[in-house]
T-cell receptor, first 111, second 114 residues
Framework: GQNIDQPTEMTATEGAIVQINCTYQTSGFNGLFWYQQHAGEAPTFLSYNVLDGLEEKGRFSSFLSRSKGYSYLLLKELQMKDSASYLCAGMPGAGSYQLTFGKGTKLSVIP | DAGVTQSPTHLIKTRGQQVTLRCSPISGHKSVSWYQQVLGQGPQFIFQYYEKEERGRGNFPDRFSARQFPNYSSELNVNALLLGDSALYLC?????????????FGSGTRLTVV
């Protein structure tokens, strides 16, 4: 199957920058997503990369290298409300509609 | 506008029972996908329906089934419940099939099997 790997937990300080990495099999996916999920709530869409490079959206940026099977989510100026799980998800190519999620990275932001 | 609505929000069932979970997509969305999220794991794809037809099925046993109605709402049925079926069941809607970037998730149904 197509595995997606990301760290289980991370801790960072309020106001700091944190990078959450995600790796996957290079032949697996046509695009890579990042979702944020607060405990007991629905995942909410953060970003989508289909081409190599950096996509910036406010305090959140996402990077993709398709040749290396590597992506990261960069969160700047961390706020306490950023404490959540961050899910990396791949979407296969044309003809397949399912998202394959990693196990998620639980980020704790501390004062 | 209402988002994706799922009912019930919480449910407790006994092993061997059957359960039906419901999902109403965002108005105008024709695709509904179902995911199972076990505690501490990422969501796992179960089904996708588009225009009332099954367009994708994940690696789940035949105890799991779903359907989509003419108004694009959907039901997920699970028969012969096992303890391992305890999870958060998420529904996501999108305007068209294959548009993961436009997926909007509901808040889910928390199923506990005892």
């Amino acid at each position: 199957g197509q595995n997606i790997d990301q760290p289980t937990e991370m801790t960072a300080t309020e106001g700091a920058i944190v990078q959450i990495n995600c790796t996957y099999q290079t032949s697996g996916f046509n695009g890579l997503f990042w979702y944020q999920q607060h405990a007991g709530e629905a995942p909410t869409f953060l970003s989508y990369n289909v081409l190599d490079g950096l996509e910036e959206k406010g305090r959140f940026s996402s990077f993709l290298s398709r040749s290396k099977g590597y992506s990261y989510l960069l969160l700047k100026e961390l706020q306490m409300k950023d404490s959540a799980s961050y899910l990396c998800a791949g979407m296969p190519g044309a003809g397949s509609y399912q998202l394959t999620f990693g196990k998620g990275t639980k980020l704790s932001v501390i004062p | 506008d209402a988002g994706v609505t799922q009912s019930p929000t919480h449910l407790i069932k006994t092993r061997g029972q059957q359960v039906t979970l419901r999902c109403s997509p965002i108005s105008g969305h024709k695709s509904v996908s179902w995911y199972q999220q076990v505690l501490g794991q990422g969501p796992q794809f179960i089904f996708q329906y588009y225009e009332k037809e099954e367009r994708g099925r994940g690696n789940f046993p035949d105890r799991f089934s779903a359907r989509q109605f003419p108004n694009y709402s959907s039901e997920l049925n699970v028969n012969a419940l096992l303890l391992g079926d305890s999870a958060l069941y998420l529904c996501a809607s999108s305007p068209r099939a294959g548009t993961g970037v436009e997926n909007t998730f509901g808040s889910g149904t928390r199923l506990t099997v005892v």
